[in-house]
C-alpha cells in the first residue's frame, strides 16, 4: 500500500531511498548529510527520508555513545525537516517516546530488536504516522505476518517492512534474498537495510563491527530481488563516526550506489 509524505509518494512505483548518520552527533552533520541527500534524490527524481537517531538503546557497550537524548536529537530533526523540507523518520523505544516523537517526525521506526513488542508497535501506529519495522534478526520473514497484524489491528495501514540481515552464528549476519519476495506478498513495501545487512553485530568486542565493501553488491541484489526502497546509513567520514562506523557508507560513495539502483529498479519494474 502506498501513502504519501511530506507531498512524496512511498510505495511500490518508484525507487525511494532512506538515509543518513546512524546517529545525531551534531545539528551541523545532519544539516550537511540531508542536504547532500535530497540533492541527489531530486537529481534521480526519487523520493527521499532522512534517517537519524537521537538515541541508540541497544549499543553493544555501555560505553558505546549512543546520541545527544530526545531533546537535542529532535530539535536537530525538526531543522533537518524544516530547512530541507523532506520528511524524517527516527527509532523509538519505548511506548513513552511514541507520542513527543510523532509530533515532530513523519514517520516512526520500530528498532529490529524490538519488532515483536505488541504495545510499542500498537503505541506506534495509533498515532497514524506511517511506521517502518525492522525485521529482527532472530525473525523470519514469515513472522512479519504476525507484526502486520498487530499494526492493523491498531487502524494503521501505512506500513514499511524492512530487511536487515539474520543472525548466522556468533557476531555475523546473512540476507536471505527470498525474505524480500516473501515480505512483499504481505502488500507493503519492502525496504532493504544495505548498511546495517553488513554489520557483525558485537564483532569489535565492545562495539560492533562491519564490513561496507559489500554494500554496494547486497543493495544491488535486493533491489534486483524486488525491494521498494533502500536504507543507507551513510556519514562523510565514516571511520570517525560515533556510531556503526564499520558499516556506513562514505557520503560521497552514496551517488553512485544509487545512480545504479535506479537503472536496476527501472528494469525490474518494468513500464509505469
Known sequence: MDFQVLGQ???????????????????????????????????????????????????????????????????????????????????VHSTSEVEPVSRVVDLLQIPAFLARQTDLLTAAARTGKPVNVKKAQFLSPRDMTNVVEKLREAGNEKILLTERGAQFGYNNLVVDMRSIAIMSDLGYPVVFDATHSVQLPGGLGAASGGERRFVPALARAAIAAGAHGVFIETHPDPDSALCDGPNSLPLEETARLLEELVRIYDIVSGPQ
Open 9 to 91: 509518494e512511498i510505495g511500490r512505483r518508484r525507487l525511494f531511498v532512506i538515509g543518513g548518520p546512524c546517529v545525531v552527533e551534531s545539528e551541523e552533520l545532519v544539516c550537511e548529510v540531508a542536504g547532500f541527500l535530497k540533492e541527489l534524490c531530486s537529481r534521480l527524481h526519487i523520493p527521499f527520508i532522512f534517517k537519524s537517531s537521537y538515541d541508540k538503546a541497544n549499543r553493544t557497550s555501555l560505553r558505546s555513545y549512543r546520541g545527544p537524548g530526545m531533546q537535542t536529537g529532535l530539535a536537530a530533526l525538526a531543522t533537518v525537516r524544516e530547512r530541507f523540507g523532506v520528511p524524517v523518520i527516527t527509532d
